[in-house]
Nanobody, 116 residues
Framework: QVQLVESGGGLVQAGGSLRLSCAAS????????MNWFRQAPGKEREFVAA????????GYADSVKGRFAISRDNAKNTVYLQMNSLKPEDTAVYYC?????????WGQGTQVTVSS
């Protein structure tokens, strides 16, 4: 059974940093594209960042480019999201997502709250 478990969320002041982690099990992690999405209250879930199996050329939403960094450790089956210079508008539940060959899996999410 595939499991994606996010951690590292919390409450932080504007300008601060957080590092999210997503530990994967039950899948061949190194073969999956890994993504982070987020969903703010009353809004649709939106893409944040993506990283391929080889970790080359990660992709970011314009809203987080230059502030967030996605990385992965295939030996630990874990993907990370380093979030710097956080803004109140970054407040959301952050979800880890794994995709390969039409199969997609989601974690349960971790709450990030940025106070002004």
């Amino acid at each position: 059974q595939v499991q994606l478990v996010e951690s590292g969320g919390g409450l932080v002041q504007a300008g601060g940093s957080l590092r999210l982690s997503c530990a994967a099990s039950g899948l061949t992690f190194s073969r999956y594209v890994m993504n982070w999405f987020r969903q703010a209250p009353g809004k649709e879930r939106e893409f944040v960042a993506a990283i391929s199996w080889s970790a080359r050329t990660p992709g970011y939403a314009d809203s987080v480019k230059g502030r967030f960094a996605i990385s992965r450790d295939n030996a630990k089956n874990t993907v990370y999201l380093q979030m710097n210079s956080l803004k109140p508008e970054d407040t959301a539940v952050y979800y880890c997502n794994a995709v390969r060959d039409g199969n997609t899996y989601w974690g349960q999410g971790t709450q990030v709250t940025v106070s002004s």
